[in-house]
């Protein structure tokens, strides 16, 4: 997943956030046969005359191949509402190690995943119930004037409150390909960008993406 989360966090660098990358924690109890630990993609934050404007806790997981959500009722383990929404977000040792990092709960929850499946909505009404949790709300959102971002109220009741966080979250769904298209475009808009020698190759990358189509042969 390092591309897609190379990806994200140049998306938000170049839209003004500081970014910290696969950070480390550790869960108030170890399940038998886990590993007691886990790690949280991304955060982020805006500062603004020295304070801070805004900040993210930010989730990446992506499939060339599947839609998001993937379902699969024999194995919990891969069911995308299990292990991107209730295991990420409502962890209790990823959420306190959020907390220390930003000093505070004032952070928004974004999941950069595939594209939606057609009934999105319904899918996650349907199949939140099966981990003990249930869909509140869902709205379809613009993020850099693009309305196919999704944002949930997710309430969950913890199976076990010792090392699980109950209650209700928001939660902003953005598909990678959007993330992409708008680097890209970024890239595109400033001639400075599109002319540099970028050392970086996933910058390097961007910037050959935005080239394509306008090469002659």
């Known amino acids: 997943m390092r591309f897609e989360e ?19 924690y550790t869960s108030p109890r170890k399940k038998p046969g886990g ?14 005359d020295g304070t801070i404007k805004d900040s993210v806790w930010c989730e990446v997981s992506v499939s060339v191949s599947a839609k998001f959500p993937f379902i699969s009722r024999k194995r919990e383990n891969i069911d995308d509402i299990k292990r991107l929404i209730i295991k990420k977000f409502f962890s209790k040792g990823a959420e306190d190690k959020v907390t220390e990092y930003l000093g505070g709960k004032n952070y928004r929850l974004e999941l950069i995943t595939s594209c939606f499946k057609e009934n999105v909505t319904e899918i996650l009404k349907d199949n939140l119930p099966r981990f003990n949790a249930r869909l509140i ?27 699980e966080v109950g209650g209700r979250k928001v939660i902003r769904i953005i598909p990678f390909q959007l993330v992409l298209n708008n680097l890209i475009s970024m890239f595109k808009n400033r001639e400075d960008f599109m002319k540099k020698n970028f050392t970086d190759p996933t910058m390097r990358a961007i910037q050959w993406l935005g080239y394509v189509g306008t090469c002659t042969y």
């Open 6 to 24: 190379d990806i994200v966090e140049r998306w938000y660098i170049l839209n003004g956030y500081l970014t910290a990358r696969n950070i480390m």
């Open 35 to 48: 590993k007691g630990r886990g790690e949280i993609d991304l955060l982020a934050v805006k500062l603004e």
């Open 137 to 163: 709300r869902a709205t379809r959102c613009n993020v850099n004037s693009s309305p196919e971002c999704l944002e949930i109220e997710v309430e969950y009741n913890p199976s076990d409150p010792e090392i």
